[in-house]
């Protein structure tokens, strides 16, 4: 009988880690959740892929989100796709197709392209690396083997849509809520201490 038990608690924390912590700590973390689980939201100048299958001509189509935030297909409308998740985009796109009257029985894909964001500067391993969901500054520093001996931690740049903010990731090693969370695109770079 106790073994069973055992052998359930071990499931149940290896399976579903939040849950799991729940048992022990009452609730589950839901920033931590949200974080780690949330779709990623597009923004204009991000990279989609549309298919559109079940039409006399199935086509596939490769855009960037315009400035304004939307993406303009045939025979329809343009279509805001800032803000959306690649399925609540192809929800829009399948609805707006029908009510048009265009096809009575399309189906759409969309996908976005693997996201990446840089790491350069005073790091054992710069480059491009792939973002995931709720990734931190500190964690893609991290992911770059972290810093060499000359780098100065205090000063660190995140440029994202062309604006530079300057970091102490000291500070968010002292503080985590400080940490920055990585957006697509954005380029991380450690400088050298003059020291």
Same mark, same amino acid.
């Given at each position: 009988m106790?073994?069973?038990f055992?052998?359930?608690l071990l499931g149940v924390l290896l399976l579903c880690p939040v849950v799991g912590c729940a048992i022990f700590r009452g609730q589950p973390d839901l920033d931590?959740?949200?974080r780690e689980f949330s779709p990623y939201r597009l923004r204009a100048g991000d990279p989609v892929v549309i298919q559109l299958r079940g039409i006399p001509r199935e086509?596939?189509?490769e855009f960037h989100v315009d400035a304004e935030g939307f993406i303009d297909l045939p025979f329809i409308p343009p279509i805001e796709a800032t803000g959306k998740t690649a399925s609540e985009l192809q929800r829009a796109i399948h609805r707006s197709?029908?009510?048009e009257q265009i096809y009575r029985d399309v189906t759409v894909n969309? @996908?976005?392209p693997a996201q990446n964001y840089f790491v350069r500067g005073e790091v054992r391993q710069p480059g491009r690396y792939p973002k995931i969901s709720g990734l931190t500054a500190l964690q893609a520093i991290a992911s770059a083997g972290g810093y060499t001996e000359y780098a100065n931690p205090r000063r660190i740049n995140i440029i994202r849509d062309g604006v530079t903010t300057r970091h102490n990731a000291r500070d968010m090693e002292r503080n985590p809520e400080l940490d920055v969370v990585i957006e697509a695109g954005d380029?991380?770079?450690v400088p050298? @201490?003059?020291f």
């Open positions: 106790m073994r069973s055992i052998h359930i931590l959740v949200d086509d596939r189509f197709y029908l009510d969309v @996908t976005i380029i991380i770079i050298r @201490t003059m």
